[in-house]
């Protein structure tokens, strides 16, 4: 998760395999990303790393941004 800009709200899915970003970017934009969680070991240990799974377009603001995640990611309105 290494953008840059501000992250102005994140939300976690309920059984925290994923996760969500809205940014602020440096050029006063807003994107969101969202990242799922590689398990690299189905014993139950906890060893994987976050890979990005979505990036979204350009928004001139946080609200219309996080309007349009809740309407593409399906987890995302139970959570926020």
């Not at 992250?7 to 996760?19: F, K, L, M, Q, W």
Request: proline letters at 2%; glycine letters at 6%; hydrophobic letters at 40%.
């Amino acid at each position: 998760m290494a953008s840059d800009g501000e992250i102005v709200e994140t939300a976690s899915s309920a059984d925290a395999a994923c996760r969500w970003v809205l940014r602020r970017r440096t050029d006063a934009h807003f994107e969101y990303e969202e990242f799922r969680y590689v398990d690299l070991r189905p014993d139950g240990q906890v060893e994987g790393y976050w890979k990005r799974s979505y990036t979204s377009g350009l928004f001139d603001t946080a609200e219309a941004a996080r309007a349009n995640a809740l309407e593409r990611i399906s987890w995302l309105p139970g959570q926020l």
